[in-house]
């Protein structure tokens, strides 16, 4: 079945700087690529998404790309906030159209 | 319209007692999903279903969990006899039809189970 790496589990960027997370899978199916950004005590939020037919996708200071040869996928974050600081996740949907989750990483923005 | 809503908030029962979590899908939304989280920890999917329908429940356990999505009203998450080990944070996730192929969920703000 599908397994998700997430790297790394900790970042700490100061303000203003990018922060990268990256994201390997193993199923060459999976197809469709989700982050989620998780706040204490709150739900995971979608905050981007990307499908295997799509290399690289933005919003604003947000992107995401996708290798499928190497099967990897990364977060970046340009020009970082304080309210950037939280949980991120990344997941890959696998051929029973099931979200496998990476274990996430704890994004600390430095004032 | 409001998001996907999930209730009680926070449920404390004794072991032994039973746990009812409900979630009520966006608006327009006919897939759930279940899915739990242990501190520090990513999400594990539990169960998908669809109006009156489980699809997929390989991520349930076998024994004292159960899942339905009626026709009418929110689906529920039971947990029969609640052992310490089923304290967790229980989140809830809705997409909409899209030929059948659920692919964006969204989440709602989660039922933090404690069992004392």
């Known amino acids: 079945g599908e397994n998700v790496e997430q790297h790394p589990s900790t970042l700490s960027v100061q303000e203003g700087d990018s922060a990268v997370i990256k994201c390997t899978y193993s199923?060459?199916?999976?197809?469709?690529f989700p982050w989620y950004k998780q706040e204490l005590g709150k739900g995971p939020q979608l905050i981007i998404d990307i499908r295997s037919n799509v290399g690289e996708k933005k919003d604003q200071r947000i992107a995401v790309t996708l290798n499928k040869t190497a099967k990897h996928f990364s977060l970046h974050i340009t020009e970082t906030q304080p309210e950037d600081s939280a949980v991120y996740f990344c997941a890959a949907r696998d051929s029973n159209y099931q979200l496998i989750w990476g274990a996430g990483t704890k994004l600390i923005i430095k004032p | 319209n409001a998001g996907v809503m999930q209730n009680p908030r926070h449920l404390v029962r004794r072991r032994g007692q039973e746990a009812r979590l409900r979630c009520s899908p966006m608006?327009?939304?006919?897939?759930v999903y279940w899915y739990r989280q242990l501190p520090e920890e990513g999400l594990k999917f539990m169960v998908y279903l669809q109006k009156e329908n489980i699809i997929d429940e390989s991520g349930m356990p076998k024994e004292r969990f159960s899942a339905e999505f009626p026709k009418e009203g929110p689906s529920i998450l039971r947990i029969q006899q609640v052992v310490r080990g089923d304290s967790a944070a229980y989140f809830c996730?809705?997409?909409?039809?899209?030929?059948?192929?659920?692919?964006?969920?969204?989440f709602g703000p989660g039922t933090r189970l404690t069992v004392t």
């Open positions: 199923d060459s199916a999976s197809n469709y």
């Open positions: 996730a809705s997409s909409p039809p899209t030929s059948g192929l659920a692919y964006e969920q969204y």
């Open positions: 608006k327009g939304h006919s897939h």
